[in-house]
Structures are given as C-alpha cells and as structure tokens.
C-alpha cells in the first residue's frame, strides 16, 4: 500500500547527487544506515550520519562493508527501512550477504556509486563497470531489481523507488549510480510529500515465507509472535531447510527469480525522444544519458533521423518493451563507460538491427561530440 | 515431554543434525534455561553464522536468523541497533567467531553493544570435516594439518576482553550449572558479553585431537587440563585452560544507550 509522506525541505535547490540519495533515504522512511566510507560514496554516509538520527533513526559506521551489508539486512529484520552506500571495492565485498538478502527475501537498498575498477581501479574516476556485478555479482541463481540515475534529480526520485520496489518484491534493491551523477551538482525539486510504500507485518502467523499470486513472501518482523527463521539455506514456508529436496528447491529458485522476472512489465521503466521516425537509436543509461540526449539534439539539427530510449531500470531486462520501441530500428548505439556490456543484452534482443557498440574507457564521459560523431558515420553509411 | 521442550523447541525440525555425543545440546539446554529463568523469551531473537554451533538456534521456537559464515555478529549488531529493547543472543563457532568472523568480535567488542556472544569452542571444523581451526592446539594432526598444527592457537577470551568486551566467562560442557547460570548474567549484563564454552566433538575433534571416541572422556580431559579462576592474568604462564567468570565491567556505557542520549541531546539543542 502506497503512503502518502510529507517531506522536509521540499521546493527547489541545487544539491550535489549523492545528498540528492541520503536524502531521498530520509524521506523514503529508511531509518537505519550501515556503512564504510568509500570514494565516490562517501558523501551518503557523511550525510546520513547526521541526518539519520535527526529523524530518529539508527547509524553505525562498520568496520568494513561485509558486516555493513549484514548489519542492514539484521535491522530490516528487526523492522526498520534499511540502506547502505558504496563503491567499486566495497560493493564486491557485500556480494555474499547481498546473495543472503536475497535468498532471506529481506527488502534493503544497496547504493553503488560506481567508480572505475577493477581491484583499486581509478577511485575518483566514474565508470559503468558494474552493470553485471549488480546482476550476477552473487554465487547462485537469482535475480535482482537495478535502477541507473542518470541525473540528481532521478539520484532523489530512484532511491525512493528503490525503497518502494524493495517493499514491493521483499528483496533487496540496487541503486546503481556512478561518480559523475553521485558528486553532480544540479537543480533538484524536493516534493512536499512523496509516496512510501509500505506493508503492515503481520503478526502470529505459522508460515511466514508464504508467497502471494507473484510469488512475493508476507511482510514480516522479529518480535511480532512468528517466530520467524530467516534462512541463507533454501527453505520452505516455514523457513526449514528444504537443500536435500530437488524439486522443492528449484521450485524455490523459481519463486525467488520469478517474482522478478514474472513482474518485468511492472518493472519496466523507459523514457525516450524522436524515436516515432528514428533511423539511428542510441540506448543509453546513468550518465551517459546526458551526453546521447545532446547528440541525439545534435543529430537531428543536422536532419539525420536519431532517436534515444533510456533505461531507467536495466535489470531485470525490460526486453519486450525495448523490442516494442526499437525493433525496427536498422541501427542501434549503445555507448557505455565500459567495455561493452550492456550492448550484448540489446543485440540478444534486436537480432534484426545493427547494434554497435561505444564504450568508453578511462574515466571520462563520452563527449556529446563523439556520439554525434557516430551517428553522423552511421548515417552516412545507411544513405549509401 | 518435558515443558520446557515443548515450549523451545520446534518439534516439526526434529531430529537435530548433531552428532551423537556433540557437545551443541548441552549448551542449547543452559540457553533455554538461563532465557525462562529471566523470562524473557518473547523479548529475544537469536543471531547465527555457519557452521556445528550455528545448528543450535534453527531449531528455537522463536525469531533466529540463520546468516552467513563469520557475519553473526554483524547481522545481530544491526538487528539490536534496531530494536534496542530486546536481547540478541548470538551463537558462534570458533572457526565463525574466530577466523573469518575475528574482526567483527573485535568492533562489536570495542562499541560495548549489548549482545550475547556464545562462541562453542570445539577446537576444530566439524561440519566441513575436521579440519584445523584458529583454536586447535599446536602440534594437533588434523585433515588440514596432516603434519602438525604449526601456528599458535589464540585465546578468544583474551581477544575478547582486549578488545573491550565487558562481560567473560568461560566454561565447559562439563560444567552445565556453571554455564546457565554465565549466559543468564551475560544476557542480564548492559554490554557487550562473550561466553566461550569448550565442547567436545567426538566424530571430528576425537579423531584427530583427543584420540578419543568418547564424548565424557573428552569431557573429562578438558576438565582434568583446566583450572577454575575468577581473575584474568595477561602474563599467564600455566599450562592448564583458565575457566571462570573473568570480567564484569559496569561502569562502561552501552553503545545503544550511547546514541539515545546523543538522540536526546540533539533533540533539546
């Protein structure tokens, strides 16, 4: 059930991305913070460290981000809205306990400001490098909710979905920025109330991982006469280990990725421009977005007919609605500050387009100028 | 049935995993007594990591969190910050607590949260299959020291106590009154407590360590080879496991109540 939650603050400001997400936290009803500071994140900790208790919640600064992911996943179980922020090295340390939250289907928000890696990489650099980190960064079976802010804006409007969807689905949910959104300053419009959602624990109950219609568990609390079992082990509604029997543990696996993957069009959330007669698309998320947007602008002063969609939630995969917007399209750009990664899942998805790949290396953001650059080539070739 | 078992313990998980002769039910039995001596059942949650010990809460008739290897303590820092009322209890092995798990003893230490720690020392892993622990003895042939255990073994009171720790004890299975009664005062105390018991393990530890099938036998060895103190000397010579209830520091703030009166503080100002 949405709540409608008067806001502190509300009205316009220029803030910088990363308090746009403590923030957004705040008012999204997290009242628990665990963390360890770690460039380009540092500044949620910081922010959350004064205001957390301001609002009557609870911080600790852990000893390191292993026991900072086990610390939110223990507080959420105690009841309490529950978010932790990271970076590059600090989000592969959590990766065990993210795979516990997920298995436990325990509803936390994991913010990774992406940084360039690997190992120590470029620590004050941003990259898009951890796009399958946050998918498959996990051992096991499992699928995981990802929304790419690609503005300070959408660093506030993204945590409180993220909080909302990891409400929604009892899992956890990843906010996956990166270095240049995170430390952007920008104009940002805080609302005067936002929508919380937020689901009643129900008390005594004897089987309390039983699943609704979309496979979505109860919301349940310690404390509340369960007498609850929260298991990293596969279990049944009860929360008994269920490991020696096969068909009851894959239909486990199925529940926990199905309740994901059956919701993909609830799940979806697209945003795009010119794309009614695109001929050159480029699809693009987190910062990236910015510089396509231009190009795309760029393109289409210069009468070349480009379009842009932007992925706002990159996992789960929203492929029908990409095939929808974009199968006709002949030429797709995928321009990336990575290797390439994303570019995979859209040519598995339009096989009938040509789908180029632009990654971007090293830390910088792709020019407006080099996308357009690409496009113009593109179109150049088309008209031949 | 026995009262006490039909209100604890989830019959429908029944059989335990144990082993037989394990030493996990006689520390599960002074659990469940210290918590219906302070009548507090409602009011607490158990915290649990991996491994023999970490088998103990699954099978309580209350909310347990069965986590991951080495992260008990964190997971349960996070669960009392939360709810700073109710008492957290966490079970622990010396592998969990000890090796992958050390660091996390040391902060929860050092903040004097208030949690109760229970680290079943059994001096070897057993559910992986007898394999060296941080506390296996020096010179112990185990499948991983086939040659001796080389390094020295460490003292988890000790570390425990360095750190910061304001409740200690330690005890045996040999000593189950003793025991009860640490844990109750370790769950009573307003801090962080370590409650260390030794325990045997007849399958894995009785194979490789004691040369020893027979789980009183074992009892009675670790009892022979220990000496009961209440007072804890950093300069210990001896050669005999010290037993006891070592610390019990009331002087020094909680941690939670630390951050409620910061919360009131700000509120006034």
Known sequence: ????????????????????????????GCRFFAGYPITPSTEIIEYMSEAIFKNDGMFIQMEDEISAMCAIIGARWGGKKSMTATSGPGFTLMQEALGYGVVSETPVVVVNVQRGGPATGQPTFSSQQDIYQ??????????????????????????????????????????????????????VSIPDS??????????????????DKNHVPYAVDFFKGCNILVEGQLHDEKGRRIGHLADKSGQFIQNITRKITDNCAELTDIRHMYIEDAEILLIAYGSVVRSAERAVKTAREKGIKAGLIKINIIWPFPEKEIF??????KTVIVPEMNMGKYCREIERC????????APKLG?????????????????????? | MNSLLEKYIKKESLPYIFCPGCGNGIVLNAMIYAIEALGIKDDTACVSGIGCSSWIPPYLNMDVMHTIHGRAIAFAEGLKLSQPDKNIIVFTGDGDCLAIGGNHLLHA?????????????????????????????????????????????????????????????????????????????????????????????????????????????????????????????????????????????????????????????????
């Open chain 1, 1 to 28: 059930m949405l709540r409608k939650e008067v806001t502190e603050n509300e009205g316009e400001k220029v803030i910088q991305g990363n308090e746009a997400c403590a923030e957004a936290a705040i008012h999204a």
């Open chain 1, 134 to 187: 946050a998918k498959y960064g996990s051992h096991g079976d499992y699928e995981i909710i990802c929304l790419t802010p690609s503005s300070v804006q959408e660093m506030y409007d993204f945590t409180i979905k993220a909080f909302n969807l990891s409400e929604q689905y009892r899992t956890p949910v990843i906010l996956l920025a990166d270095e240049i959104i995170g430390h952007m300053r920008e104009r």
């Open chain 1, 194 to 211: 936002v929508e919380i959602e937020e689901k009643e624990a129900i008390e005594k109950c004897d089987e309390p991982f039983r699943r």
């Open chain 1, 324 to 329: 929808r917007l974009a199968g006709h399209i």
């Open chain 1, 350 to 357: 339009l096989k009938q387009s040509k789908v180029i790949s």
């Open chain 1, 363 to 384: 830390g910088n953001i792709h020019q407006p100028s080099e996308l357009a650059e690409i496009i113009e080539k593109e179109a150049a070739l088309s008209y031949e």
């Open chain 2, 109 to 269: 230490a050092k903040r004097n949260i208030n949690i109760t720690v229970i680290m079943i020392n059994n001096y070897i892993y057993g559910m992986t299959g007898g394999q060296k622990s941080p506390t296996t003895p020096i010179d112990a042939k185990t499948k991983t020291s086939p040659y001796g255990a080389i390094d020295n073994p460490i003292d988890g009171c000790g570390v425990a106590m360095s750190a910061g720790a304001t409740f200690c004890s330690r005890w045996t299975t040999g000593h189950p009154n003793q025991l009860k009664k640490a844990i109750q005062e370790g769950i009573a105390h307003n801090g962080f407590s370590f409650i260390e018991v030794l325990s045997q393990c007849p399958v894995q530890a009785g194979k490789s360590i004691f040369k020893e099938r027979d789980p009183w036998k074992i009892i009675q060895y670790i009892r022979k080879n220990s000496t009961i103190t209440s007072v804890w000397e950093d300069e210990y010579k001896e050669d005999k496991i010290r037993l006891g209830n070592f610390k019990k520091e009331t002087d020094k703030r909680e941690y939670c109540e630390k951050i409620i009166t910061l919360k009131k503080r700000m509120k006034q100002e």
